[in-house]
């Protein structure tokens, strides 16, 4: 397995960030500071470059910087003995993105080589929020592991709006509705076969994340339900015999789209039954588990970045958490306000995030 | 400060609307302009400002033509009972490069695309039909590009022709000639093989 180390990390212009350049360590990196620093902001810098999308959900608009008139992150990363540099961007309205100074001509190679998997504050939602959070679990999994399942993705999404807009003219034209049968059963199987396809070992990682770092026994299983099936023949027929209900409804029932990835805990429903500390650690296995298919199908071990986990997990997880991420061999990223927490990873490089910009810190004095 | 850079500044703002054009390459075009000879920026402008009146639609096709039939219309060697249906006039002017068809074109100048502002009620359906029936045509080809709205349009003209006595079929799509097939992206494989056809 082949790490993912970030060797070199540029932000300008992005939320409240201004001239941040960093050397970061192979293995551990801490962000000290005080609550709205930007800490979290340059996780998200990171993920942002390497995955294209904001873990807190932002627009770009929102990600551009209120004095600044454009945003942009470099990111530089090591893996197979290769480095390729990533740099990402944004004005308020666009998006450039260049991997090696080069437009990359299909997302798989520029999602190839920088996988990031982040675990944050709000991942309580994995657990207790809506389907469309786990789907977004899948994804984010998915567009690194399959090749064309992006590409897939954002197809089937097409015909999905132009379809449901025909259904939501006044008096809908039943020929053009169906003239999107065909593109939505090519791309919807295609994802469904994707998604079908990464759930087993999705469960297996993580139970085996729940029992190492939450010693917990409990059983949990995690299941893809698709109401759409993966074929394309057997999809287009469903699609046919469901279109009235759709005319009724007025937008299409049916297919990935509206699919859930249910968890349940010791055979209930975890949302239900699970306790706030449970839910945590539920969250975590997940995005473990993310960590571990990602590695087994690429062969290349993701970056980890860890945002506030102290407000998540009590001292002996994070102490178990550090112990697996050491011995994968990720470089791990962590977020703190408590020093005390930095010390857990005495190797670690430190750095001091204030008012946007960062600056190295000296070893903590705590440390062994 | 500097009122000579307006007019450059104006050319550039236009410049950097056509495809494939970026800030950077939009002025060096403006400052070669001013560079070379005032006969070429003339004839350049006056190429432009009546590209418009002398270029219009061929009657017929509505492929571009300076006459009132573009030259495929005109030409009485060309297959009128087969016809090629595009989205675009540089479609046309694609497959015709290729040498292999015989027909006539019908360019719809549109896809079905009703996110864009182009549903079923605005889709120049009319038009064709009138034409295959005024023309005899016995088989149409669909060529529209192999994107969502490309397929949803010949999905949907297949659907609306069934009726109008043609034979529809469409292109095939898959791998291109001279590729290997470890560089052919999956959705395009996917495609070549549900194409297969025995030999």
């Known amino acids: ?287 473990l588990a993310e960590l571990h298919v990602i590695e087994g199908r690429t062969k290349t071990t993701p970056a980890l970045l860890l945002d506030d986990v102290s407000s998540e997990l009590d001292r002996g997880r994070i102490e178990r958490l550090f112990a697996m991420v050491t011995r994968l061999g990720a470089q791990v990223w962590v977020t703190t306000t408590d020093p005390a927490i930095a010390s857990l990873l005495p190797r670690a490089k430190r750095f001091e995030v204030t008012d946007g910009k960062v600056a190295p810190a000296p070893p903590s004095s705590l440390s062994p | 400060m500097d009122d000579t850079g307006d007019p450059i500044n104006e050319l550039v703002r236009l410049l950097v609307r056509l495809p494939g054009v970026g800030e950077k390459s939009a002025r060096r075009i403006a400052f070669h302009m001013l560079a070379a000879e005032v006969d070429y920026a003339q004839a350049l402008g006056q190429s432009l400002a009546t590209l418009s009146t002398r270029v219009r639609r061929c009657a017929s096709c509505g492929a571009y033509t300076s006459r009132e039939l573009c030259g495929i219309c005109a030409d009485p060697r060309r297959a009128t009972d087969t016809l090629c249906v595009v989205a675009r006039p540089m479609d046309a002017d694609a497959i015709e490069r290729a040498r292999v068809f015989m027909g006539r074109y019908h360019v719809l100048h549109a896809l079905l695309d009703p996110l864009g502002g182009v549903g079923p009620a605005e889709f120049p359906l009319g038009a064709l039909i009138e034409r295959i029936q005024r023309e005899g045509v016995r088989e149409v080809i669909l060529a529209t590009p192999p994107t969502v709205e490309g397929e949803a349009t010949s999905l949907y003209l297949a659907e609306a022709l069934r009726s109008a006595g043609v034979t529809t079929t469409r292109i095939a799509s898959g791998v291109p000639h001279g590729g290997e097939l470890e560089f052919v992206d999956p959705i395009t494989l996917g495609r070549a093989l549900e194409g297969r056809r025995s030999l």
């Open chain 1, 1 to 287: 397995m082949t790490p993912v180390r970030i060797t070199e990390l540029v932000v300008g212009g992005f939320r409240n960030l201004q001239g941040v350049r960093l050397t970061p360590d192979a293995r551990a990196n801490v962000l000290l500071g005080a609550n709205g620093q930007g800490k979290t902001s340059i996780l998200e810098a990171i993920d942002y470059a390497a995955s294209l999308r904001s873990f807190r959900g932002a627009t770009r608009a929102q990600l551009v910087g209120h004095e600044a008139d454009a945003a942009q992150v470099l990111l530089r990363v090591e893996g197979a003995g290769l480095s390729h540099e990533y740099r990402v961007k944004l004005t308020r309205t666009t998006r450039d993105i260049l991997l090696d100074g080069k437009r990359p001509e299909r997302a798989v190679e520029y999602f190839g080589g920088a996988a990031c998997v982040v675990f944050q504050p709000g991942d309580l939602e994995l657990v207790l929020g809506g389907p469309d959070v786990r789907r977004r679990l899948l994804d984010r999994i998915l567009v690194r592991v399959v090749d064309g399942y992006g590409e897939a993705l954002k197809s089937y999404a097409k015909a999905l709006r132009a379809r449901n807009m025909l259904l939501r003219e006044r008096h809908p034209d039943l020929r053009a509705v169906q003239a999107y049968d065909f593109p939505l059963a090519r791309f919807g199987a295609a994802v469904v076969r994707a998604r079908e396809s990464v759930v087993g070992e999705l469960v297996r990682a993580a139970q085996a994340a729940l029992g190492e770092i939450m010693k917990s026994s409990e059983i949990i299983s995690v299941a893809y339900r698709a109401k759409a099936p993966g074929d394309q023949v057997a999809y287009a027929a469903m699609l046919a015999s469901a279109v009235h209900n759709d005319l009724a409804r007025r937008t299409t029932q049916i297919g990935p789209h509206a699919d859930d990835l249910t968890l349940t805990w010791s055979g209930r429903p975890a949302r239900v039954v699970a306790s706030q500390g449970q839910t945590r650690s539920l969250a975590l296995a997940l995005r």
